[in-house]
């Protein structure tokens, strides 16, 4: 059952200049992305740096508006809700931070952060709630002796803890997790992603998972979607991405990231040598013409659609 739909999505972001400030141009962030997720699904979007993941999430979760496409929550389209409107869907859809503690308020106790979503929905009050976040404290592996502390007395793991359990408060059904382990140490990222697998699996959650991190993405998601310069190159599931990628820039992703001996590792990384051109001037025809070994003439000049090469396996690739 498909819980989130995002039908070609577009986020661009005016530029001004000159004396009266007018607009001169704009950063396609987001250039047409579509994908679906269903419930107990992960669906994984990666990409460098500035390729538009992270806005693409905040457009769904409407910390910024959308300049074209639709976004479906739960059969629902959301797309145009202002604040008032959006405000009964913002319990459905959920976010977890990269760093927790900058969203949270130094002053208050642990317990109170937690329990403040379910006072602002109406969901608990008094004892109710702080019942209800001490079982959320236990389900996400803090003690609930920890609702006393302030944010600043836990190490990052047991923060990002605290951030799930925010998150989980309200009973959403996705959550958008925009990097959430990159800040923390290999062996406490294994522990987060496993806590969040395991409360997908007992919730039926459904998770937009944002990275940089092939790693990360092969541990936790079921489908994986690569970004570059606001579009989806290659969309297809987890194992078919890292056995067969078409996409001649998702095979420079996984060449650079898996191949462990660091000379060679360098060899391959000359396939996306180069920095990602600016998303305000993307290059025409295929935006990855300018560093893709492959390119041949049509490339320079002809945009390649997403299409479905194998079920379920979406290539934007004109050899393809
Ligand atoms: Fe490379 Fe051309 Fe395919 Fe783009 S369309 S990825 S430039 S071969």
Redesign the pocket.
């Known amino acids: 059952m498909t819980v989130l739909a995002v039908d070609k999505l577009v986020k661009h972001f005016p530029i001004h200049g000159g004396l009266l400030q007018r607009q001169v141009g704009s950063v396609k962030a987001v250039d047409g992305v579509s994908f679906s997720i269903a419930k107990g699904e992960t669906l994984g979007l990666v990409g460098e740096s500035g390729c538009g993941k992270s806005t693409v999430g905040k457009t769904i979760l409407k910390l910024i508006e959308p300049t074209a496409g639709r976004i479906v929550l739960g059969g629902e389209d959301i797309t145009a809700l202002k604040p008032g409107a959006m405000w009964p869907h913002r319990r459905r859809i959920q976010t977890i931070f990269q760093d927790p503690y900058s969203s949270m308020n130094p002053r208050l106790p642990a317990g109170t952060i937690v329990g403040e979503p379910l006072e602002n929905f109406g969901i608990a009050q008094g004892r109710a709630r702080d019942e209800r976040v001490a079982a959320l404290f236990e389900r996400v592996g803090l003690r609930p002796e920890a609702m006393r502390k302030y944010a600043h007395e836990f190490s990052g793991g047991q923060r990002q803890r605290l951030g799930i359990a925010k998150a989980l408060a309200v009973s959403p059904e996705v959550i958008v997790a925009d990097e959430p382990v990159s800040a923390l140490d290999v062996s406490v990222q294994a522990q987060v992603l496993n806590l969040l697998i395991d409360l997908q699996a007992e919730y039926g959650l459904a998770y937009l998972f944002i990275s940089h991190d092939l790693a990360v993405m092969r541990h936790i998601s079921h489908r994986i979607a690569v970004m570059y310069l606001g579009r989806i190159?290659e969309l297809t599931d987890k194992r078919t991405l890292f056995a067969r990628p078409l996409?001649?820039?998702t095979e420079a992703l996984l060449s650079a990231a898996t191949v462990p001996d660091p000379r060679r590792r360098r060899a391959k990384k000359a396939i996306v040598q180069g920095d990602v051109p600016s998303p305000a001037k993307p290059p025409p025809?295929?935006?990855?013409?300018?560093?893709?070994?492959?390119?041949?003439a049509?490339?320079?000049v002809?945009d390649?659609p997403l299409r479905e090469v194998a079920p379920g396996h979406h290539v934007?690739?004109?050899?393809?």
Do not use: E, M
Not at 286 to 294: I, L
Not at 316 to 320: E, F, G, I, P, T
């Open positions: 190159v996409h001649p820039y025809g295929c935006h990855f013409h300018t560093r893709c070994p492959y390119a041949v049509d490339c320079k002809k390649p934007a690739c004109h050899l393809r």
